[in-house]
């Protein structure tokens, strides 16, 4: 989606933090989603937050909001080579279906 | 509980020839919604449905039709196959949370389709 951006690709080593960023452009939105797609599989929601907050925790994953500057990031703490997927950023404004970005490849290397 | 189911998951056509991609989901969600996905372009809104009987067009509706006759089932018809039109396509379902307001969209596993 053209209103949502996203770097392409990120790799880390296995035990290390990722971070995958995220811009929006509705300051509307009323909540943002980070969505994971596995290879060969449809998305899977990994958690959202609500305009209103800042953060949100979720075990390994920490999702910061900065509502001034549009940006969304999703924070995974101790990454393994099971997180390798695709992440997607994604926001909802008036209908009742999602804007997604373009998706950031995440490679985790042993 | 099935989800969202997809049929078919791979289909391959000539140019000018029509076919539809089915969605059915059990879960008596509201809203349905299509889209593709192309490699570096993300998923892109064809098609949605707020309920049955009420259909809205997405970012890239051209060269696709949609009904929703029923809560469940949601195809999508491609009426004169082009090439630009191989994609993975995706159908989602979702119903807005009465406690937390968000719209949780739940996917199918995808249709991959090639047009020759």
């Known amino acids: 989606g053209e209103d949502v951006e996203q770097s392409l690709f990120l790799s880390v080593r296995e035990g290390d933090s990722s971070v995958i960023n995220c811009t929006y452009t509705?300051?509307?939105?009323?909540?943002l989603y980070w969505y994971k797609q596995e290879p060969g599989a449809g998305l899977q929601l990994l958690t959202y937050?609500?305009?209103?907050?800042d953060m949100k925790q979720d075990q390994r994953l920490t999702v910061l909001l900065n509502k001034k500057d549009k940006h969304l990031s999703l924070r995974i703490a101790d990454t393994q080579t099971g997180d390798s997927a695709i992440y997607f950023c994604a926001e909802n404004t008036g209908r009742r279906a999602l804007t997604f970005g373009s998706g950031t490849r995440l490679q985790v290397q042993p | 509980n099935a989800g969202v189911t997809q049929t078919p998951k791979f289909q391959v056509l000539k140019t000018g020839q029509s076919m539809t991609l089915q969605c059915a989901q059990d879960?008596?969600?509201?809203?349905m919604s299509w889209y593709r996905q192309d490699p570096g372009m993300g998923l892109r809104l064809i098609h949605y449905?707020?309920?049955?009987?009420?259909?809205d067009q997405g970012e890239v509706p051209n060269g696709y039709n949609v009904s929703r006759s029923t809560t469940e089932d949601f195809p999508l018809r491609l009426l004169s196959a082009a090439p630009s039109q191989t994609s993975v396509y995706f159908c989602a379902s979702s119903v807005v949370g009465q406690s937390s307001g968000a719209n949780v969209l739940t996917f199918g596993a995808g249709s991959r389709l090639t047009v020759l």
């Open positions: 937050i609500f305009s209103n907050m």
């Open positions: 509705d300051s509307s939105s009323t909540y």
């Open positions: 879960m008596n969600h509201e809203y």
């Open positions: 449905s707020v309920g049955a009987g009420i259909t």
